[in-house]
């Protein structure tokens, strides 16, 4: 019995593991303060439900990147929406003819305030290969775009590191951005009310 028990007390003890840092803030005993902006900042970066809008073979790109290997789960994300009222960050990737413009703006004007543009791949960023009179030649002509992935197509790791640049944007941004001038002038060059 006793070895037992000196068995099980030789056992390092686990550290609790920590999956978000604490907003930087001021610590004492019994209280801990920061501000409405940080800790909004950290709810919105680990609760990003992405709308993928994927026409070819950039998004089996980002299959591989949700499934088991890569896993984009671990970042808050296995809640891909389909529904762009309940998404607030757009992934565009694959090549967008022109036709297909309208459609991808009336799916970005119909998430609600904040959202975040990630474009995937060299085709979604600008035309690709395809410089031609039917491919829309970087969908910035016709939508903000706030992160774009590189590569034809990009690898995972490449999704991921642009995912979690989005996330950097989307903790650290002011709550006041998206009532500012700046940003109602950016809607007002794309012509979005
Ligand atoms: S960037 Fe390359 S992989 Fe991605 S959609 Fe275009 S052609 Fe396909």
Redesign the pocket.
């Given at each position: 019995m006793s070895d037992k028990k000196e068995q099980i007390e030789q056992v390092p003890k686990r550290e609790k593991p920590t999956f978000v840092d604490a907003p930087p803030g001021h610590a004492g005993t019994g209280f801990f303060a920061t501000n409405a902006d940080k800790v909004i900042g950290l709810a919105r970066k680990n609760s990003l439900w992405p709308l993928p809008f994927a026409t070819?073979?950039?998004g089996i790109e980002f299959m591989s990147t949700m499934s088991s290997h890569y896993d984009l789960s671990r970042f808050g994300m296995e809640r891909l929406s389909f529904s762009p009222r309940q998404s607030d960050l757009l992934m565009v990737m694959?090549?967008i003819a022109k036709k297909m413009g309208p459609v991808l703006r009336e799916v970005y004007t119909q998430m609600a305030e904040p959202k975040w543009v990630l474009s995937m791949?060299?085709?979604a960023s600008s035309g690709?290969?395809f410089d031609s009179y039917s491919v829309l030649q970087g969908i910035d002509r016709v939508i903000p775009v706030d992160v774009y992935i590189p590569g034809?197509?990009p690898r995972p790791e490449q999704v991921i590191d642009g995912i979690l640049k989005i996330q950097e944007l989307a903790q650290n941004e002011s709550l006041r951005r998206r009532y500012s001038k700046e940003y109602e002038d950016l809607l007002t060059k794309y012509k979005i009310d």
């Open positions: 070819s073979c950039c694959g090549t791949g060299a085709c690709g290969i034809c197509p």
